[in-house]
């Protein structure tokens, strides 16, 4: 992960709540997300892989964005923590299947974008824990 401690310092003053590190370079989701956070953007990068408790410690999060990255793999509870996230952009992947874990503890979630990804494969259950959710797009799979 080629990010300096000053640009995300500078991130986090310019946009409030934000945490933007939209084309950093990142190939995994960063461990120092302060808890604060409202919005989480993690588009255009390289990260491929969301492991466990990715985002445990982002409670306060409404928004999160790890749209156009290469991930293609996703841990059970990667997302547990994320109790306040409204809209979840997993768009412009690689998942080629959506498993019944996939989306535990995403019980606010309103707006699910997994579009153009090449999802082939959903498990009974996968969306299970999403009776909230109000727009799920799954085009172009």
């Known amino acids: 992960m080629l990010v300096s401690a000053i640009s995300i310092i500078n991130s986090l003053e310019s946009e409030g709540n934000t945490f933007n590190m939209t084309t950093s370079r990142l190939t995994s989701v960063p461990s120092d997300i302060?808890?604060?956070?409202?919005?989480?953007?993690?588009?255009?990068n390289s990260i491929s892989h969301l492991q466990?408790?990715?985002?445990?410690?982002?409670?306060?999060?409404?928004?999160?964005n790890v749209s156009n990255n290469h991930v293609s793999s996703v841990e059970e509870n990667a997302f547990k923590g994320l109790i306040s996230l409204r809209i979840?952009?997993?768009s412009h992947n690689y998942i080629p299947i959506l498993r019944a874990d996939f989306f535990a503890g995403l019980l606010n979630c309103r707006?699910?974008?997994l579009h153009s990804n090449?999802?082939?494969d959903i498990e009974l259950d996968a969306f299970r824990e999403l009776s909230n959710v109000e727009k799920l797009d799954l085009h172009h799979n």
């Open 34 to 44: 302060p808890s604060n956070i409202v919005k989480i953007y993690l588009d255009d």
């Open 52 to 64: 466990v408790d990715a985002f445990s410690n982002q409670g306060a999060c409404v928004h999160l």
């Open 88 to 90: 979840l952009d997993l």
């Open 111 to 113: 707006e699910l974008y």
């Open 118 to 120: 090449y999802i082939s």
